[in-house]
């Protein structure tokens, strides 16, 4: 049944129900019919390439910020917010919306660029990137910026906040699913191995994390500052199930995903092979792009390459 017509049943079942349940019911429905456009892979493709663009021009005229973390993952979100996820713009507190949660929280500017592109706030306040009473600061700010579904700052902490976030679904019995992005190097962190083996351990199925696994950190190469590897086998072994793709394909994207969804009793964990900068040849696996904003020339090559 859809979720549209499992909301009408349950309006049609209880007449006499309360305004408080009717307005949740109405807002339900009007949700459900907010969901992504549906985009060709060309037109995402497109529209990946547009989010590159507005990384390089909100970084470059702030003056500070991450790009390279922020252009390795851009396949990832654009597959989620146009493809994936079922969230509503206009209301973005929407109870039965999927949550995405920006655990690699520097990666700030493709989280804005995706937002403003899917409506959350005007394309335009974009170039307020990190400016003095900004709702776009160097980290998200759930209470500042609609869309946000957690203020980050300190890595490894995600994973944790999506859990609480995916049990309080099961309570409510809501069936909303929960996605948080991870980097590799944020992988180094414990914190997120205890949230991984607490997911196995209460099997939490609405759960997926994504690895944005593009072999680098602030300080180095992982396999230089702290070996990750076998990554895949490490959740594996936590009781996850794990899915390998190439993180810049579109369509083995949308493939992981769906799968995703069919799996029951366990999290899934999407190892998402990437390359950091991507898109930008002199910042690609550059790691001086880290926390390095492009100066007004940079950001007139890397547009140009963009087109």
Request: net charge neutral; hydrophobic share 40%.
């Amino acid at each position: 049944m859809s979720l549209s017509g499992q909301g009408a049943k349950k309006e049609r079942a209880n007449p006499e129900a309360s305004a408080e349940t009717r307005a949740e019911a109405v807002t339900f429905l009007q949700g459900n019919s907010s969901q992504a456009p549906s985009l060709s892979l060309q037109e995402m493709a497109a529209m990946a390439k547009k989010l590159r663009r507005h990384i390089v021009t909100m970084t470059g005229k702030a003056g500070s910020g991450h790009p390279g973390g922020s252009l390795s993952a851009v396949e990832i979100v654009t597959t989620l917010y146009f493809k994936v996820l079922r969230h509503d713009p206009k209301n973005p507190r929407w109870p039965d919306r999927d949550r995405f949660i920006l655990s690699k929280g520097h990666a700030a500017p493709l989280l804005y660029a995706v937002l403003a592109e899917r409506g959350y706030f005007p394309v335009e306040e974009l170039l307020t990137l990190r400016k003095l009473n900004s709702r776009l600061q160097g980290h998200a700010d759930m209470t500042a910026t609609p869309g946000v579904e957690m203020s980050s700052g300190s890595l490894g902490q995600g994973l944790s906040f999506g859990i609480g976030v995916a049990l309080a679904g099961r309570l409510d019995k809501r069936d909303y699913r929960v996605y948080v992005l991870l980097g590799d190097g944020e992988c180094d962190e414990g914190q997120v191995w205890e949230a991984a083996m607490a997911s196995a351990h209460y099997k939490i199925d609405n759960l997926v994390a994504i690895v944005d696994h593009n072999d680098q950190q602030i300080d180095g190469w992982n396999c230089e500052v702290m070996n990750l590897e076998p990554l895949p086998e490490k959740w594996k072994a936590f009781g996850w199930h794990v899915i390998e793709v190439d993180g810049h394909d579109l369509s083995q994207l949308i493939t992981a995903f769906e799968e995703a969804k069919q799996v029951k009793g366990r999290p899934t964990a999407i190892i998402a092979h990437t390359v950091k900068g991507k898109g930008v040849s002199f910042m690609e696996r550059n790691l001086d792009f880290h926390g390095k904003a492009p100066t007004a020339a940079e950001v007139e090559k890397a547009l140009e390459e963009l087109k």
